[in-house]
């Protein structure tokens, strides 16, 4: 056996950590020099180039038919609606030469522009769109545009490119009823074309690649300012995995909610584009409790439930906050009502004025005089228990009220039971949401006819409501709808007849290296994706 003395040993010990030393400096080097390359690298943009987006599993591509949210999005890069939403969520002709309405007989004419092609070069005309109001009616209850046409009597060709639209009633704006694409009767009323879509928008439908996706190829019969010449559209099953493959890049493009994008914890360096759907949450009074008549505690409750506050520690921001449930961003939304505010001075007076408060072993109790009785404040709140924000909403609403000497008991109900008790007014507060048409209509959340009678879940009766909704169904044109809504805003903000705490907003989420410089519609969120700026790195 070959033996070794110590100092040689020491000597190899030196000789192999003075070559480690030398190889890890040389791999430090290596590193600093590729960063510094990195560092260098300019974002240019890139004359051409294309992007995947994702799909859920097809049923049908036939727009009018369609069920799906994902596949609307694909669907809206190839067909062009009749009308859509601009910045002021006002109605704004895409496809539509001119149109006028008729209140006396409940009837809208539209003309088309002259010269309009689907993709496959054959004229629109006004047959499609009659055509198109005949597939929609009949097709589901969950197609995208079914309450878009529940009103529509008929439709009467005047022309070739003029249409006039009979409705059961009048109505009160132009152009809201008329926000859908229209499709090909020449095309689609031929069998087995559901899943190869035809259209008329700025790109046409290429059917699966080898890589089994879809493909969207720019029509280069339509002018298109943007540099997007194709669209891959991948298929995924879920809105989970499709927010997982964005951040692995896998897409480039997607449309979430702010409550996806937090639940999932997106960890990707991405550009968001936020825009206000048409939801908002509120908590709703029962005006049949003697306690809820009071108009100081429904102020007092009011001004304890702080938005801002509320926005950024429960909702993380999902939103945004609005004085009236009409959509902050919609030149229909009235910025001047009461805003009562969470000036804790103010709040401090108004229970100084109007209540009294004793402690009793820390605990602080609120009350209040009914008829020479004393009254403890004390409240029932109910929530659906699926709904894990509003019950995150209802314990802070617990919390902060208690600090005031409010209590709040909170019933988390199964939805069924959540809704029967709403509708037959068994309960103090609930927490609720509503969803308007893009109309901003909010009369079906503070008045609705049962049997020829006035009534609303709020039990709410008092200060003119009645009035101020029919105002609202009853007005006709631009002018007398506005100032009729913005009446309701103001006595709804004044009588505080429910407590907003957060208007909802969606998302456009593209890869680092792309840009969305367009306005995005929440009618057609992917409208303006031709227009999308991409850059790379060089």
């Known amino acids: 056996m070959l033996k070794i003395n110590k100092s040689v040993k020491l000597i190899m010990i030196i000789v192999i950590t003075l070559v480690l030393v030398s190889c890890i400096n040389e791999e430090k080097a290596l590193i600093e020099e590729i960063n510094v390359k990195e560092i260098k690298k300019e974002k240019v943009r890139k004359e051409k180039g294309e992007i995947t987006i994702s799909i859920a599993p097809p049923k049908t591509f036939n727009p009018l038919k369609n069920e799906d949210i994902y596949i609307n999005n694909m669907l809206e890069i190839l067909f062009e609606p009749l009308f859509e939403l601009d910045e002021n969520y006002r109605p704004k002709p895409i496809l539509v030469e001119s149109f006028t309405s008729n209140y006396t007989d409940n009837t809208t004419t539209i003309k088309l522009k002259e010269g309009l092609k689907w993709s496959n070069g054959t004229d629109i005309t006004s047959d499609d769109i009659i055509y198109s109001l005949e597939v929609i009616k009949n097709a589901s209850e969950k197609s995208m545009y079914k309450n878009m046409v529940r009103d529509v009597v008929s439709a009467k060709k005047e022309d070739e490119l003029k249409v006039t639209i009979q409705y059961g009633t009048p109505k009160m704006l132009i152009g809201y009823d008329l926000l859908f694409p229209i499709i090909s009767k020449q095309y689609y009323s031929k069998k087995g074309v559901d899943l190869e879509p035809m259209g008329n928008g700025k790109y046409k439908f290429v059917d699966l690649n080898k890589s089994r ?35 692995q890049n896998k897409t480039d493009v997607i449309i979430s909610s702010f409550e996806d994008w937090n639940k999932y914890n997106m960890s990707k360096e991405s550009n968001s584009y936020n825009f206000y759907n048409q939801e908002f949450e509120f908590i709703g009074m029962n005006f049949d409790r003697i306690l809820l008549q009071d108009k100081n505690l429904r102020i007092l409750l009011d001004m304890l439930t702080n938005e801002e506050e509320l ?68 409240l029932s709140l109910i929530v659906n228990e699926e709904n894990e924000l509003r019950i995150k909403v209802s314990e802070y609403l617990k919390k902060t009220m208690k600090k005031f000497g409010i209590e709040i008991e909170i019933s988390k109900l199964p939805y069924s039971e959540y809704l029967e008790r709403i509708n037959v007014g068994n309960y103090d507060l609930f927490l609720g949401g509503y969803k308007s048409e893009a109309n901003q209509d909010i009369t079906p959340l503070f008045g609705v006819i049962d049997n020829g009678e006035f009534g609303n879940v709020f039990n709410y009766k008092i200060n003119n409501i009645e009035e101020r909704v029919y105002a609202v169904r009853n007005a006709r044109g631009e002018e007398q709808y506005k100032v009729a809504l913005e009446q309701l805003q103001k006595l709804i903000a004044e009588e505080i007849i429910i407590i907003n705490t957060v208007y909802k907003k969606d998302m456009m989420l593209t890869n680092s290296t792309i840009k969305n410089d367009e306005h995005i519609s929440y009618s057609n969120p992917f409208r303006g994706i031709d227009k999308l700026v991409m850059y790379e790195y060089k």
């Open 311 to 378: 926005l950024s520690k429960v909702y993380l921001n999902d939103g945004g906050i609005t004085k009236t449930p009409v959509n902050p961003k919609s030149f229909l939304y009235n910025e001047d009502v009461k805003d009562y505010g969470s000036d804790i001075n103010i709040i401090n007076d108004i229970i100084k004025e109007n209540f009294t408060t004793e402690e009793k072993n820390g605990i602080k109790k609120l009350y209040t005089d009914i008829n020479g009785i004393k009254k403890e404040i004390l």
């Open 213 to 247: 996706e879809y493909l969207l190829e720019r029509d280069e019969s339509k002018e298109i300012s943007g540099n997007i010449e194709k669209i891959n559209v991948i298929v995924i099953q879920d809105s989970a995995t499709m927010l997982y493959s964005f951040e």
